[in-house]
């Protein structure tokens, strides 16, 4: 509660939404099936947003009090559910250089390690947090630490969450500089060629620091990660031949 009344003194400068076909994406997870290996909208919504980063690098920036940070490289942090109500934030290094297949499976791998440290350290919070009685000191000391560069690098250049529904992020809190939430993937009706026709659709949805970001640059971000998730770009890493992704794949057989 602490983190939230912290981080709602320096609210989201705006929000952008996006409707984006997942078309393309649904094929590709489903030509992975079929040998075996899981692929999910969230590791190709993180891998598809590293790409956009990388070629819009005046968005790549983090800012701490008066301090700017331009990393030489694209982290991002993809929040894991849990049992609190503040997700922990899972920081996945070198976003571009990781190709689509080493990136979900290191999420994959560890997301029960990030929802098990989180549950230890709810533990601990609760154990030993008399030591700090008072609102007023914890929120002190989390300023602090939202002041540090080294701690805001923990969340990456942008925060990822997937939801059911993407119009509580347009009013939340982000410890980054711009949190990306894609919604629900699921069928519906959509305009194409002046005709309606039924599309596997998702909503993309993009707040942030309007200090460091602004709708024209942002609606450029989500243009590219609508682009790349719509095209076969993301299907071109992959290899093609059922023996090769065997031997390329680090990732666990599914079943």
Same mark, same amino acid.
Request: a positive charge; hydrophobic letters at 45%; aromatic letters at 4%.
């Given at each position: 509660a602490?983190?939230?009344?912290?981080l709602?003194?320096?609210?989201?400068?705006?929000?952008?939404?996006l409707?984006?076909?997942?078309?393309?994406?649904?094929?590709?997870?489903?030509?992975?099936?079929q040998?075996?290996?899981?692929?999910?909208?969230? @590791?190709?919504?993180?891998?598809?947003a590293? $790409?956009?980063? #990388?070629?819009n690098p005046e !968005?790549?920036q &983090?800012? =701490?009090?008066t301090?700017?940070?331009?990393?030489?490289r694209?982290?991002?942090?993809?929040?894991v559910?849990?049992? @609190?109500?503040?997700a922990?934030?899972?920081q $996945?290094?070198? #976003?571009?250089?990781?190709? !689509?297949?080493? &990136?979900? =499976?290191?999420?994959?791998r560890r997301a029960?390690e990030?929802r098990?440290?989180?549950?230890?350290?709810?533990?601990?919070?609760r154990r030993?947090?008399?030591?700090?009685p008072?609102?007023?000191?914890?929120r002190?000391?989390?300023?602090?630490?939202?002041?540090?560069?080294?701690?805001?690098?923990?969340f990456?250049?942008?925060?990822?969450?997937?939801?059911?529904s993407?119009?509580?992020?347009a009013?939340?809190?982000?410890?980054?500089t711009?949190?990306?939430?894609?919604g629900?993937?699921?069928?519906?009706?959509?305009?194409?060629?002046g005709?309606?026709?039924?599309?596997?659709?998702?909503?993309?949805?993009c707040?942030?620091?309007?200090?460091?970001?602004d709708?024209?640059?942002?609606?450029?971000l989500l243009?590219?990660?609508a682009?790349?998730?719509?095209?076969?770009?993301?299907a071109?890493?992959?290899?093609s031949?059922?023996?090769?992704?065997?031997?390329?794949l680090?990732?666990?057989?599914?079943g």
């Amino acid at each position: 509660a602490d983190s939230f009344r912290v981080l709602q003194e320096n609210p989201p400068g705006f929000a952008v939404w996006l409707e984006v076909e997942m078309t393309a994406v649904r094929a590709l997870i489903d030509r992975l099936r079929q040998v075996g290996v899981r692929v999910s909208y969230t @590791a190709v919504l993180v891998r598809a947003a590293g $790409l956009a980063l #990388v070629r819009n690098p005046e !968005l790549h920036q &983090l800012l =701490a009090g008066t301090r700017r940070l331009r990393p030489a490289r694209v982290d991002i942090g993809l929040s894991v559910g849990n049992e @609190a109500a503040a997700a922990p934030v899972m920081q $996945l290094l070198d #976003v571009p250089g990781k190709p !689509l297949l080493e &990136l979900a =499976a290191e999420i994959e791998r560890r997301a029960p390690e990030v929802r098990a440290e989180d549950t230890r350290t709810l533990a601990k919070l609760r154990r030993w947090g008399f030591l700090i009685p008072t609102g007023w000191l914890r929120r002190l000391i989390l300023r602090a630490l939202f002041s540090s560069l080294r701690f805001r690098k923990l969340f990456g250049s942008l925060q990822i969450t997937v939801l059911p529904s993407v119009d509580i992020v347009a009013s939340g809190v982000c410890g980054t500089t711009a949190v990306l939430a894609m919604g629900r993937v699921a069928e519906r009706v959509v305009a194409r060629e002046g005709r309606p026709a039924v599309r596997l659709m998702a909503t993309l949805c993009c707040t942030g620091d309007h200090k460091v970001w602004d709708g024209q640059r942002v609606g450029r971000l989500l243009g590219e990660i609508a682009r790349i998730l719509e095209s076969d770009e993301l299907a071109r890493e992959v290899p093609s031949h059922q023996a090769e992704v065997a031997t390329h794949l680090p990732l666990e057989r599914a079943g």
